[in-house]
């Protein structure tokens, strides 16, 4: 599998330090975008980004990536990943099981944040349970690498090999960010509000603002633009229901230069690796 051009940073004796109290809390994945995250004490990281991260999407009938934004109840679509296989539990309908590894020919036309690309239709079993559920004719398309997905990064100043997830592969959060939010708020959120991959502890608030670069062991991530927020995070991960927080409150404080919402950071990596929790992350 092929990684983004090695780019090794020059180094600043401030900014790199080793920062034993600074290190990875929580690693998570969502194999189907926009539903159910799972908590990881491993991540290993493939060309597109976290390993089975994003692999799989619903769209409806003109092919569009369905997400909570319009369809909040996606958060209640239930993944777990055991022997090999994805299984995908949609309620009130029936388990879906996968195999994670599987060659395929790309027969569905995706559509995710304007960029078209093709992947392998998961079958009517599956599409049903979903359709039914949700209220909408729609289908379950996996990514297949045979068939990457490019996106042009303005920010980055060249396209990077990603699933479907929107933009880039990670986004990382401090659990410092956090803390300050939930001491804003009426009654705190957790942070799968925010759907990160990574989340450090050790930092102070909002630090991820002005990080450039990262280094876990050998592996190196490099900042592309702060993450703007939308309504997934007014969504209750655990019930599908919505109300106003957090995006109100952040409104009030965390805007950029353009008016944005903003919340986390979010990464692309430099090369291969396998992620931990409780890494010693180095801010470079």
């Not at 004719?137 to 990064?153: A, D, I, M, N, Q």
């Not at 991959?197 to 050998?218: F, H, M, Q, R, S």
Request: a positive charge; hydrophobic letters at 40%; proline letters at 7%.
């Amino acid at each position: 599998m092929a990684y983004p051009r090695s780019y090794h940073p020059p180094l600043s004796p401030q900014r790199n330090e080793r920062r034993s109290s600074v290190h990875i809390k929580d690693l998570f994945i969502y194999p189907v975008k926009s539903c159910a995250g799972i908590a990881v004490q491993e991540m290993p990281l493939a060309a597109t980004g976290p390993l089975y991260d994003r692999m799989f999407v619903i769209v409806n009938a003109a092919g569009n990536a369905l997400t909570q934004r319009v369809h909040p109840r996606l958060c209640l679509v239930r993944t777990l990943i055991t022997r090999g296989h994805l299984a995908i539990r949609v309620p009130g309908g029936t388990m879906h099981i996968t195999p994670l590894e599987r060659d395929g020919i790309a027969d569905r036309d995706v559509v995710v944040w304007g960029d078209a690309c093709r992947g392998m239709d998961e079958g009517d079993t599956v599409a049903s349970a979903l359709s039914d559920f949700l209220g909408e004719r729609c289908r379950l398309v996996r990514y297949l690498p045979t068939h990457p997905r490019l996106r042009e990064s303005s920010y980055l100043g060249q396209a990077i090999s990603i699933s479907f997830s929107d933009g880039y592969p990670f986004l990382v959060i401090s659990q410092a960010s956090l803390d300050d939010l939930n001491g804003r708020l009426p009654e705190p959120v957790p942070m799968d509000r925010f759907r990160p991959n990574l989340v450090i502890e050790g930092t102070e608030p909002y630090a991820e603002d002005a990080w450039d670069w990262l280094a876990v062991g050998k592996i190196v991530l490099n900042a592309a633009n702060q993450c703007a927020r939308c309504a997934t995070t007014v969504v209750d991960q655990r019930t599908g229901m919505t109300s106003h927080e957090p995006l109100r409150t952040l409104a009030s404080y965390r805007r950029n230069r353009e008016g944005k919402i903003v919340f986390g950071r979010n990464f692309r990596h430099l090369n291969g690796g396998v992620l931990r929790v409780g890494d010693i992350v180095t801010i470079i």
